[in-house]
């Protein structure tokens, strides 16, 4: 099993820029292809980012291709997400998911998740 703690969320203006932490203890997170997903109020949450276990594959959401990075530090058991150009839109909580094996964009596939962290995105 891992164990996964967000950090990083805040107010930021539009245009600005978060970087969203999010550490694994546990098992190592090598072991595990790791997934950023968002959850806006009244929505369902959905998918923003992914990256497999040795951090040589990344696939990102339509929406945020181009603005966001996933990247990943197996040393330090952490994955983060850069989040550039924000926009109003990316309001939200964003959770850090974990699964065994390739990466994958479905919420469902996902085992472990951590609580969250709030992101607002001011205009």
């Known amino acids: 099993q891992v164990q996964l703690v967000e950090s990083g969320g805040g107010l930021v203006q539009a245009g600005g820029s978060l970087r969203l932490s999010c550490a694994a203890s546990?098992?190592?997170?090598?072991?595990?292809?790791m997934g950023w997903f968002r959850q806006a109020p009244g929505k369902e949450r959905e998918f923003v980012a992914a990256i497999s276990r040795s951090g040589y594959n990344t696939d990102y959401a339509d929406s945020v291709k181009g603005r966001f990075t996933i990247s990943r530090d197996n040393a330090k058991n952490t994955v983060y997400l850069q989040m550039n150009s924000l926009k109003t839109e990316d309001t939200a909580v964003y959770y850090c998911?974990?699964?065994?094996?390739?990466?994958?964009?479905?919420?469902?596939?996902?085992?472990?998740w951590g609580q969250g962290t709030q992101v607002t995105v001011s205009s």
């Open positions: 546990g098992r190592t997170s090598s072991t595990y292809a």
């Open positions: 998911a974990a699964k065994t094996a390739w990466l994958e964009t479905l919420r469902t596939a996902y085992d472990y």
